[in-house]
């Protein structure tokens, strides 16, 4: 299979759905870190990202932020001392669309 | 009383302890917007800010972390498609400090 964070993002399919569970379970088996969690019935994948300050969490959440614009699809960044939880979903399908895979896996080397 | 923003904050005092909800729910008088949530035990104060869209949301995020850097004591923030949630509370007091309330005040012109 292609490289998750290689592969096309698409927001114009008149047949995108979200992912069912079993699906999402399975393709998150490549995102190490990533876990389902479920906001007001809608299932969102996050991840916990520590650093070593304010400063280093803020500047990885703008660079998730830039990515995010980038594509025209934004995360939630909860953004704390030393730790950023990155939350993304398709707010439209109100679920985990394959382009949140996508996302998840290009913001990984963002951590860095 | 002095403006609540212009007031001094105070991060050495040995004897300082988390607000009693009555005070707090008082002071929060002076702060529209702005209420308690209990998070895992602890209470925090916060406010949702709307924006018109992810880049302003950013913006005034990295806005409230130079404020925060500039003084040593740092929010939550959750950062979304045009809108910000800030969370002030003393991490240490495990609670709410008079120094939040300065916070809290502080924010507000930041959102302009």
Do not use: C
Request: proline share 4%; glycine share 4%; charged share 20%.
């Amino acid at each position: 299979m292609q490289d998750l964070k290689t592969q096309t993002l698409v927001f114009d399919d008149p047949k995108a759905r979200a992912l069912d569970a079993a699906t999402l379970t399975e393709a998150l088996s490549a995102l190490p870190g990533w876990q389902v969690r479920v906001v007001e019935g809608i299932s969102r994948i996050e991840k916990d990202y520590a650093f070593e300050n304010f400063l280093d969490a803020m500047a990885f959440s703008n660079r998730v932020a830039a990515l995010a614009e980038s594509v025209g699809h934004h995360p939630a960044l909860l953004t704390e001392w030393g730790k950023v939880k990155v939350s993304w979903w398709s707010h439209s399908l109100r679920g985990v669309h394959h382009n949140d895979l996508i996302m998840a896996a290009r913001t990984e080397p963002l951590a860095v």
